[in-house]
């Protein structure tokens, strides 16, 4: 917590006979980040070319031969309408049959697969093939009928339009402003000419024709008034002939495509699965051949090495004795000073911080002398999206479709962290009077009930005083999430150990934000303050802007020291701007609260009040209407809203806090591991491992 998972990195000596069955353990086990070898010495690259190219054929064919098939089951998929969506993504998935897999080398596991792609391939492999020039075809009589639509008014068959020995004859679309002036200047450079507009209307079809020697100065023409010129399709008929004849050819062809989906959708009912099963195999098995590439060799021996997290060490060793029977080498060493940069970073953040490593990962994942900042963004990122949203009504909303649909849609995390910003969102509409607007608690409204329950346990962001509040209450965390900033970037002086310099110039940045908000207060009358808090204030923002002043310059070398002090004091304002940057809080607060004021306002007095004096079943009619509208209208309130708490609340993290500490430019920590979703691998005797 707080840092990544400590690295150690590997070196790793094993005998060449047991190269295969240590690779395919190692690879199961996900324990190890492989890097290159070098080959120094007697060491040698470990080759994989010949093995690698089939595996790699063989992993194309298959993937084609999956994605055809899943093309045809899902265009005969039925989608169903919008509520069965729903009920779908909130409903757990079946979870897929397991293939138990015994495939101990890469002979066996090519053969294991060709043995089930080889009878399907040759009808599938025809049945694409058609499919394919079929749409094609239809695909070009698209284009052709286009251009025959626009030669509908030519009253002669197409084939007295080809260029001669004496003649040449050009279609071309030139824009209708420019028509008359291209036959003015074509009928003045070229003669003899004949020049005839055959369709459009903002976009003409013009037909020109001249003796074959002028073609070159009708051609320039053309171009000089930026025509666009097409080619007669190679049909011999009236255009009107030729569209009947292309259209009986396109439903032709629509049969015959409809009819090769359907052979291919019978074939995905029967053998997809199967072939997602030997699709998952090769994929794997492609992967550790690439790995095997970044080994090296000796006669007798190969040589890993990588990264892998220290408190992993210990399985590898299990691994690595097991399947070689305690015939190896391994070797563990901390990075050096020097090696920072190359170590690879897993988060090892405990639930629920851990739903939050998603948001790291978007702006950088920390060097490995860093602090991870994700338990830290939990607290104050969702208390931000509440404020922003500070509606209860639709945090319970929120809440509910994040734990029950979104978890399951987009994944656990980012289910369930947008599951307590629905929570937090609870919170600040308790303490705000937020309900779907303040329809349970109208107030001096009085266009709904008067529910004490609903009324804003603290401040009402419309009543006369409560904008101010929410403003004060808005700045006050822009400042404590300032002062958290700082403290997190001395826990980083700390892991680079330099903690006394980080904790003179970022205690000096907490004590000048703390006692510097106090002393601006009052010196502007903005507050009270007796006479030892405005002492204890200037002291403290003194004592403050000294450590500041000082740390910069003992930060800093050479020449930049001298400008230390200025920085320091434009470094003031930075934080001024950045603090005032805290108000967007208030206004998405305030923008989500009218909105739904104004919602309810319409809705119930303006709207409501007219049609209950009407008669009873238009009354029930337009009543049904106003009802689903309000319904629709806070949905689009809640999303809108949602949208921009959650950008804005990303920005606050990701400008003002990590900009106090945070420079990322960590590479994430990708061990040389299986990913299974359909097969598992099983002992020779048939017991899953």
């Not at 049959?97 to 101990?104: F, G, K, T, Y």
Request: glycine share 8%; aromatic share 10%; net charge negative.
């Amino acid at each position: 917590m707080f840092k990544p998972a400590p690295m150690v990195r590997v070196s790793l000596i094993i005998l060449q006979e047991d190269l295969e069955a240590f690779t395919r353990s190692l690879h199961e086990d996900g324990l190890l980040q492989l890097m290159e070898c070098s080959t120094e010495g007697r060491l040698k690259r470990h080759e994989v070319r010949d093995v690698g190219n089939e595996v790699s054929l063989l992993a194309s064919r298959v993937e084609r031969m999956v994605n055809l098939l899943e093309e045809a089951l899902e265009a005969r998929a039925d989608k169903g309408g919008f509520l069965d969506r729903i009920r779908g993504m909130a409903s757990q998935p079946e979870p897929p049959e397991m293939a138990d897999i015994d495939l101990d080398s890469v002979e066996r596991t090519l053969r294991w697969c060709r043995d089930r792609v080889d009878p399907l391939s040759p009808e599938l492999d025809r049945l694409g093939e058609l499919l394919r020039s079929s749409r094609e075809e239809r695909s070009d009589l698209e284009g052709d009928l286009g251009l025959i639509r626009d030669l509908l008014p030519v009253r002669a068959p197409l084939k007295d339009f080809r260029s001669s020995e004496l003649t040449s004859t050009y279609f071309f679309y030139l824009p209708a402003d420019r028509v008359e002036e291209f036959q003015s200047a074509a009928r003045e450079q070229v003669d003899p000419v004949h020049i005839s507009v055959v369709s459009g209307a903002t976009r003409r079809m013009v037909m020109a024709m001249s003796l074959s020697q002028e073609k070159v100065k009708l051609l320039t023409q053309i171009h000089r008034f930026e025509g666009e010129l097409v080619d007669l399709p190679a049909y011999d008929g009236l255009p009107s002939e030729v569209e009947e004849e292309i259209l009986s050819r396109m439903k032709s062809l629509d049969g015959q495509i409809e009819g090769t989906t359907e052979e291919i959708h019978r074939l995905a009912v029967e053998n997809l699965q199967d072939l997602r099963v030997v699709e998952e195999v090769i994929e794997i098995e492609r992967g550790r051949i690439q790995a095997l590439g970044l080994l090296a060799r000796t006669r007798e021996t190969t040589v890993f090495r990588g990264w892998a997290a220290e408190d992993d060490v210990g399985r590898l060793e299990e691994v690595a004795a097991s399947v070689t029977g305690g015939r190896f080498l391994l070797k563990t060493e901390r990075p050096g000073d020097d090696e920072y940069t190359e170590v690879p970073i897993r988060l090892a953040n405990r639930w629920p911080f851990r739903s939050f490593e998603w948001i790291t990962k978007m702006y950088g994942m920390p060097s490995y002398r860093e602090v991870d900042p994700t338990p830290l963004l939990l607290p104050t990122f969702i208390v931000f999206f509440g404020t922003c949203l500070s509606d209860a009504g639709y945090g319970i909303i929120l809440a509910a479709l994040s734990f029950f649909v979104l978890r399951k849609a987009w994944g656990k995390d980012m289910g369930l962290s947008l599951t307590l910003c629905g929570l937090a969102t609870i919170l600040m509409g308790w303490l705000m009077g937020g309900w779907f607007g303040n329809i349970l608690y109208s107030g001096t409204w009085g266009y709904g009930p008067m529910i004490t329950f609903f009324k804003a346990s603290w401040k009402d962001p419309l009543a006369s005083d409560g904008a101010v509040a929410v403003l004060s209450l808005s700045l006050l965390m822009g400042i404590i999430h300032l002062i958290l900033g700082h403290v997190t970037a001395i826990m980083v002086y700390a892991r680079q150990n330099k903690l006394v310099k980080g904790f003179v110039i970022h205690f000096g940045w907490c004590l000048t934000l703390v006692f510097g908000s106090i002393f601006i207060l009052w010196y502007l009358n903005l507050t009270e303050a007796n006479a030892t808090w405005q002492e204890l204030s200037t002291w403290g923002m003194t004592i403050g802007i000294a450590m500041g002043i000082s740390g910069y310059i003992w930060d800093r070398s050479g020449a930049a020291r001298g400008a230390a002090p200025a920085q320091f004091l434009y470094d003031i304002l930075g934080h001024i701007a950045d603090v005032i940057s805290y108000s967007r809080l208030l206004a998405l607060g305030i923008s989500s609260a009218v909105n739904a004021f104004l919602i309810d306002l319409i809705i119930i007095q303006y709207a409501w009040e007219p049609i209950s004096q009407m008669g009873v079943v238009i009354s029930i009619l337009l009543g049904v209407l106003l009802a689903i509208g309000f319904i629709m209208l806070h949905l689009v309130n809640m999303g809108l809203n949602c949208l921009s708490g959650f950008v804005h609340t990303m920005r606050l993290h990701f400008a003002e806090y990590f900009g106090k500490f945070y420079e990322s430019g960590g590479d994430e920590f990708m061990p040389f591991k299986s990913e299974r979703t359909l097969t598992r691998v099983v002992t020779p005797e048939g017991a899953g491992s």
